[in-house]
């Protein structure tokens, strides 16, 4: 069951050409993890059996039936059943994740702590949990526990060593109002018209989940033209959301009904624009700039008098791109530490210069250059 991108060709970095991208597995998905190469995927999304161990109907105060999840594939005999094959398909996944890949594994309360002690004993390590609250939780008929409002998201990396793994945060905190990003997420249940139905009206998979949560996990921690896997594809909300953002994706799912439902979704789906999904880059990739560039163009002059934000430091910009605090001259950092008693300061955001009746970052300079070099690129 392929699937051949529609719209632009995106480049993607793919170290395997014999991935079966844009794809759905059909079959048991440790044993399809296996024929996959090792080291070959970006980024992991798992939404595994829950474990509900949910007995007998619920029904909701007027007894009308409640449609609960009781289907066989989320049925095991035991706890420690549970665990040997979440041991097994967390290892069948780690082998595939690139070194720099990461995974994200979906649950609640019945397995979340399950899963998390597994990929600890592992070796994967975890970078956050992230809790989903929902907007519209089903309520707790019986009125005996707590309504079950949020589901929480593990996100690792392969081990503690790990490095060079995809968060986008610049641009993250840029779509937040400039505020960083935080690990609650508040999004509704999927339901309307997102809702896969059957021809019998029902829903078509028990647990799907909404594309607001997937694209901005996608959005998070992985790049246009990355290889997302999703072990436990289901009703392919993965894929759609790939397919829109222009990653790369490879389901795996066992149930044939649920497979098919996948692939007609994912057919429709239109990808967006080249431009609307262009990887913005991280202050951490772009070209590196030194103060003694920005001095030089005479974009902060020598003489220039620098202070912090609140004005409670000074320091004179130097011919050569240094800073003189009295008697001492060092660079942009080391100045900056010096004056706050600290062991060290980033100068470019530290250092400022009055524009009229504001103070402008010095870094504020910095990409000036950095966007004149891009247009002349």
């Not at 009308?64 to 665990?83: I, N, R, T």
């Not at 019998?200 to 990355?226: F, I, M, N, Y």
């Amino acid at each position: 069951m392929a699937f051949q991108r529609n719209g632009a060709a995106l480049a993607a970095r793919i170290d395997a050409p014999s991935l079966p991208l844009d794809t759905i597995l059909l079959g048991d998905c440790i044993a399809e993890l296996e024929k996959l190469p090792a080291a070959s995927v970006d980024l992991v999304f798992a939404d595994p059996p829950y474990n509900l161990q949910l007995q007998g109907d619920l029904r909701r105060p007027d007894q009308s039936l409640v449609d609960a999840v009781d289907d066989a594939w989320d049925q095991f005999e035991s706890f420690q059943a549970y665990d040997a094959f979440t041991r097994a398909w967390l290892l069948a996944v780690r082998r595939v994740l690139k070194p720099t890949g990461t995974l994200w594994v979906i649950g609640s309360y019945h397995n979340i702590f399950r899963v998390g002690a597994s990929l600890q004993d592992l070796g994967y390590w975890i970078l956050n949990d992230v809790v989903w609250r929902k907007t519209n939780p089903m309520p707790n008929f019986r009125g005996r526990r707590f309504t079950n409002a949020h589901e929480t998201m593990i996100w690792a990396s392969r081990g503690a060593d790990a490095k060079g793994y995809t968060f986008n945060y610049e641009a993250l905190k840029a779509g937040n109002e400039d505020l960083q990003p935080r690990s609650d997420w508040l999004f509704p249940i999927c339901s309307g018209a997102e809702r896969l139905k059957g021809l019998d009206g029902r829903k078509a998979h028990p647990t799907q989940k909404p594309e607001a949560l997937l694209a901005r996990v996608l959005l998070s921690a992985s790049k246009p033209g990355d290889v997302v896997l999703d072990p436990f594809f289901g009703s392919g909300t993965t894929g759609a959301v790939a397919k829109r953002l222009g990653r790369h994706f490879i389901g795996v799912e066992r149930d044939r009904d649920y497979a098919a439902a996948a692939t007609a979704r994912i057919a429709a789906v239109v990808p967006e624009s080249e431009e609307s999904i262009a990887q913005a880059p991280a202050k951490r990739e772009a070209a590196r700039v030194a103060f003694a560039t920005v001095v030089e163009r005479g974009l902060v002059p020598p003489g220039t008098r620098l202070t912090d934000e609140r004005g409670r430091h000074e320091a004179i910009v130097r011919a050569d791109g240094t800073l003189g605090f009295g008697a001492v001259i060092g660079s942009i950092h080391r100045i900056g530490a010096i004056v706050q008693g600290r062991e060290a300061c980033n100068g470019w955001t530290f250092w400022h210069v009055a524009e009229g009746r504001t103070l402008k970052p010095i870094d504020a300079f910095r990409d000036v250059i950095r966007a004149e070099g891009a247009l002349a690129g």
